[in-house]
C-alpha cells in the first residue's frame, strides 16, 4: 500500500488576510528546535506508514523560510528515520513564497531531493498582493518562476480568483502570466472567507466588499477553457497538469490512501478509519516528549462518514466516484441510496454516469459543492 509524508511547517513571515492556515510569526521560530521535534515526532510515528512512501511534501506556513543548514540536517534525519521505505523515485515537493526564492536556496532545495517546487502566487497584481497581504510584487513572483524552473522541470504555481477587488481582467492577465511561465501545474482555488481571518472582519466591518459569486463563476469558467486550449488536464475541480504532472501527493488524498502528518495542526489517516489531528498548540508542540506520550488526537470515522468522504473527494477528480468500488466497501444498498440521491442531477446534466462511475459534467463542475452536497 502506497502512502504519503506530510510535513506541516508553522511559521510565516507575516499572515495574509485571507488565510486560516495554522502558523505564527517566523521572527520567533526557533527552527533547530523545530526541526528536532519533528524528527521526534517523525521517530515516535513513522510505523504509521507503510514501507512504501511514495511522496513527501513540506508544506506549511511557509517552508522557503527554513535556513538552509537546519533543512541539511532535518531531510538528513529524515532520510535515516525512513530508510528503504521511502520510494527512490518519491514525489519530493516544497511550498514556497516568491520573495524567499534565491539562486543558493534553490541548489539546497535541488540537493536534498527536492523534485516538484510549489509556488505561492496568487495573483500577479500589485495592487491586489498588497490588499491581500502578501509580500511579493507581481515582477519578483515571474522571477522566481524563471528561476524555479531553470532547475525543476515540475513546478506548480497558486493562484486564486475571486479576490477582493479583482476584476475579470486582472485574473485573465494572471491567469496568461502563469501559463508563459511554463509552469507544468496549476492550483487555482476560490478564495474562501473564513470566520476568524482579517479578509472575514474587513467585510464585516464593510471596509471590503464581498466577492460577486456571479463574477467569480464566471473567472472559474474561463480558467477551465483558457488552460483546456492551454494543454492542461483538468484532473481535479482546482487542479490542472500538463501530460505526467499531476500531483502525486494530493492524488492521495483524493484517492483515500494511507498518509502521515507531522508538525502542529498537521492530520493523518491511517487509509481505513482512523483520523488523528495534532492540535493546534505551536508552544505545546515544541516541548513535548514524544517518546513518552502522542500528541494527536484520535477519531474513528462512521461507515456514514467514510461513505460521503469517499463521494466527496472522489468527485472533485475526473475520474469522479467508481461505484463497483463503492459497493465493495460499502453494500449495494448504499450505492443504490447514492445512485437514487444523484437522479436529480443525472437528469438535470449536473451529473454524468458512465461505465459505473459518477462525475460531475461541466455544469456540474461550476456548481460542485452543491451537486456533491445533494448526494448526501
Ligand atoms: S504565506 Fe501561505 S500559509 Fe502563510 S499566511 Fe500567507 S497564505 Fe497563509
Known sequence: MESSLYIHIPYCASKCIYCDFFSGGAKY???????????????????????????????????????????????????????????????????VNPEDVITGLIDVWSEIGVNRVSVGIQSFDDNLLSLIGRKHSGQRALEALDAISRRFQNVSGDIIFGLPNQSFSQFKDDVELLIKSGVSHISCYSLMVEPGTALHQLIRQRKIAPVDEGLSEKMYQYLIERLHKAGFEHYEISNFARPGFRSRHNTGYWKGRQYLGIGPAAHSYDGLRTRRSNPWN????????????????EEYLTDIELQEEMIMLSLRTKEGLDLDNFERRFGAFNKERVLKSAQKDLDGGKLILTDNRLQLSESGILTADNTISNLF
Open 29 to 95: 521560530a526557533d527552527w533547530s528546535l523545530l526541526s528536532n521535534q519533528l524528527l521526534s515526532e517523525l521517530s515516535a510515528r513513522y510505523h504509521e506508514l507503510s514501507s512504501d512512501i511514495s511522496t513527501i511534501y513540506l508544506g506549511g506556513g511557509t517552508p522557503s523560510l527554513i535556513p538552509a543548514d537546519v533543512l541539511y540536517t532535518f531531510i538528513s534525519g529524515l532520510r535515516s528515520i525512513l530508510g528503504d521505505a521511502l520510494r527512490n523515485n518519491a514525489e519530493f515537493t516544497i511550498e
Open 282 to 297: 505551536l508552544k505545546g508542540y515544541l516541548k513535548h516528549d514524544f517518546s513518552t506520550a502522542s500528541f494527536y488526537e
